[in-house]
């Protein structure tokens, strides 16, 4: 099945700053890659995704890219917030639409 | 999130006990999904069903069983509780608009 890994597991940014998560994935027949954000105690919820015929999507403050060749993409969060603080998860799924997820990353934002 | 609903949202079992965890969405999706979180882990999906009356097996299945009796409800049921079950259970549906999920509030099970 496929296999996501996440990097890095924590990360520590100062507020205003930009921060990057990364996924890579391992079956080339994946092409659909979600991610979502955590709250302390609360579900999982979708804030971007990204499919397989885009290399690169934006939302506000928050922007993916996806390559294809190598098996990665990425989570950008510019000018971070507190708000920002959170466990973020990457995800992948082919068209039977199971999503296997990465471990998560823990961000927080210093004020 | 009003879309689906989890319950119970906490439990606590013995070993060996059995529980049925319920989900029901009012949002009539077809496929609906149960995973599992535990920390370092990530979600890892248990069962999943992409219709009425269909079900299959996702990463970790051993030791659950799930029922898809109609199109609104999938319930996840630990027939023999072992620590090892000790986890956050959520049930997801998918929207087929932006094939996003959309998850439960989630279970947490203690079993001792």
């Known amino acids: 099945g496929e296999n996501v890994e996440q990097h890095p597991s924590t990360l520590s940014v100062q507020e205003g700053d930009s921060a990057v998560i990364k996924c890579t994935y391992s079956?080339?027949?994946?092409?659909?890659f979600p991610w979502y954000k955590q709250e302390l105690g609360k579900r999982p919820q979708l804030i971007i995704d990204?499919?397989?015929?885009?290399g690169e999507k934006k939302d506000q403050r928050i922007a993916v890219t996806l390559n294809k060749t190598a098996k990665h993409f990425s989570l950008h969060i510019t000018e971070t917030q507190p708000e920002d603080s959170a466990v973020y998860f990457c995800?992948?799924?082919?068209?039977?639409?199971?999503?296997?997820f990465g471990a998560g990353t823990t961000v927080t934002v210093r004020a | 999130n009003a879309g689906v609903t989890q319950t119970p949202k906490f439990q606590v079992l013995k070993t060996g006990q059995s529980m049925t965890l319920q989900c029901a969405q009012d949002m009539n999706h077809n496929s609906m999904y149960w995973y599992r979180q535990d920390p370092g882990m990530g979600l890892r999906l248990i069962y999943y069903s992409a219709s009425e009356g269909t079900t299959d097996k996702g990463e970790v299945p051993n030791g659950y069983n799930v029922s898809r009796l109609n199109k609104r409800e999938f319930s996840l049921r630990l027939e023999s509780a072992a620590p090892s079950q000790t986890s956050v259970y959520f049930c997801a549906i998918r929207t087929e608009l932006n094939y996003g999920y959309t998850f439960g509030s989630g279970t947490r099970l203690t079993v001792v």
């Open positions: 079956d080339s027949a994946s092409n659909y």
């Open positions: 995800a992948a799924s082919k068209g039977d639409y199971k999503l296997s």
């Open positions: 990204i499919r397989s015929n885009v």
